[in-house]
């Protein structure tokens, strides 16, 4: 039972194209997250959204933005690719933005840019 | 805004032996400190979690100890087993805010 999906598992991507992950969930969760996953780093807070047409930067929005206009959908926009975004992505969803309950992850995107 | 550590960032235990994993966090406000297992390939799980206003809390073979007034909480697991391989993540919150993450401990059991 799937909860929340990632549009694709492994992506290969060319510096400077623009780049679309796509994360869904439906558990009718009001906030929904984006994180990087990094050896080392952990993971990172790239941009919440806690409402349709809602965002929140995180710790490192730099060289992304979102989309939220839809409750069940929330996207990652990588407006120009470079290679040090190169990295897992995972989408997550919760019912309260503090995660109490907790929050429910997407299986991941690895992205390659090349 | 919050900061937490995590330390240490790689364990390695014989199967049946102890592991802890500590966290420390810099925000006084910080009330929810939840765990996080992620197995190789997989999506990271909540295993458990804490609230301030309490000082220990088990689940079977898994602890978790806060202490408040020195800022950290700790993962314990005991007997441990192979299938305990995992990442794992803690993170703390202040009320109403979003989670933030320690940096992950790669636990490894050995039979």
């Known amino acids: 039972d799937v909860k929340v999906t990632q549009s694709s598992r492994y992506l290969v991507k060319r510096t400077g194209e623009k780049v679309f992950l796509e994360c869904v969930q439906d558990m009718d969760h009001e906030n929904m997250f984006w994180y990087r996953q990094d050896p080392g780093l952990g993971l990172r807070l790239i941009y919440f959204?806690?409402?349709?047409?809602?965002?929140e930067k995180g710790d490192i929005p730099e060289g992304y933005s979102v989309s939220r206009e839809k409750k069940e959908r929330f996207s990652l926009i990588l407006e120009s690719a470079s290679t040090n975004q190169t990295s897992m992505y995972l989408c997550?969803?919760?019912?309260?933005?503090?995660?109490?309950?907790?929050?429910?992850f997407g299986s991941g995107t690895r992205l390659t840019v090349v | 805004g919050e900061n937490v550590e995590q330390h240490p960032s790689t364990l390695s235990v014989q199967e049946g032996d102890s592991a802890v994993i500590k966290c420390t966090y810099s925000d006084s406000a910080s009330n929810y400190f939840p765990w996080y297992k992620q197995e190789l390939g997989k999506r990271p799980q909540l295993i458990i979690d804490?609230?301030?206003?309490?000082g220990e809390k088990k689940d079977q073979r898994i602890a978790v100890t806060l202490n408040k007034t020195a800022k950290h909480f700790s993962l314990h697991i005991t007997e441990t087993q192979p299938e305990d391989s995992a990442v794992y993540f803690c993170a703390a919150t202040p009320s109403g805010d979003k989670l933030i993450f320690g940096t992950g401990t790669r636990l490894q059991v050995f039979p």
């Open positions: 804490i609230r301030s206003n309490v």
């Open positions: 997550a969803s919760s019912l309260k933005v503090s995660g109490q309950g907790g929050y429910t």
């Open positions: 959204s806690y409402d349709v047409k809602m965002k």
